[in-house]
């Protein structure tokens, strides 16, 4: 009986060690803290791209002169923003910082993109179907957009041994839909990085 307690007691201080040794510890961060873990795409790259391109897409005397002239905001709608990079990038992030940001800027406005429209327009035959006539919301009587935003982004990577220099591109645009006339271009390359990987040792 001894040795059967000695054995459980041994058992449940190896499970107590591999507990402890598997532990999970969270330290929060302010948001606009810069933490770098693999050297790839992450949000302070993010946060410094769309900072300085929304900047100059909202301060474009061509846009600016489009709305004097109309009388209104332009109404964009978002187009493909390719990723044509090394590494999984999540565009849809780009997109939508741009989206909110100019908006609110006043500079443009934004209509439903394509997938949001089907959702949307489904939503309108649904309410054909089921809604009071005098609630229902009339079909065809959408905006159509007069220009689009799309881009892209493209990296360059330099590797010698465990060192690596990734340097993004980010472009954007805003081109006119009737005369595919591009009213603004813009270019960001200010995220470049320096790494290095340690050697393993064996």
């Known amino acids: 009986m001894k040795k059967i307690h000695l054995f459980a007691c041994a058992i449940m201080t190896v499970a107590v060690i591999l507990t402890s040794c598997s532990s999970t510890k969270v330290t929060r961060v302010d948001a606009d803290t810069q933490i770098d873990l ?82 949307l327009r489904a939503e309108k035959d649904d309410q054909a179907n089921f809604a009071t006539a005098e609630s229902a919301k009339a079909i065809a009587q959408e905006l159509g957009a007069d220009f689009m935003l799309q881009g892209s982004v493209r990296t360059i990577v330099d590797t010698i041994d465990n060192k690596q220099v990734r340097t993004y591109y980010v472009d954007m645009e805003v081109i006119d839909l009737e005369s595919n006339k591009i009213l603004w271009q813009g270019e960001n390359s200010d995220i470049k990085k320096y790494i290095k990987k340690n050697k393993a040792k064996f």
Request: charged content about 25%; glycine content about 4%.
């Open 38 to 119: 693999s050297g790839y795409w992450n949000d302070t790259d993010l946060r410094v791209v769309t900072e300085t391109l929304i900047n100059d897409c909202a301060n474009s005397t061509r846009i600016r002169n489009y709305k004097t002239k109309s009388g209104e905001a332009p109404l964009v709608i978002v187009g493909p923003i390719a990723n044509k990079s090394s590494e999984h990038i999540d565009t849809t992030n780009l997109a939508r910082r741009f989206q909110t940001a100019i908006i609110n800027s006043g500079s443009m406005e934004f209509v439903a993109d394509s997938e949001q429209r089907l959702a």
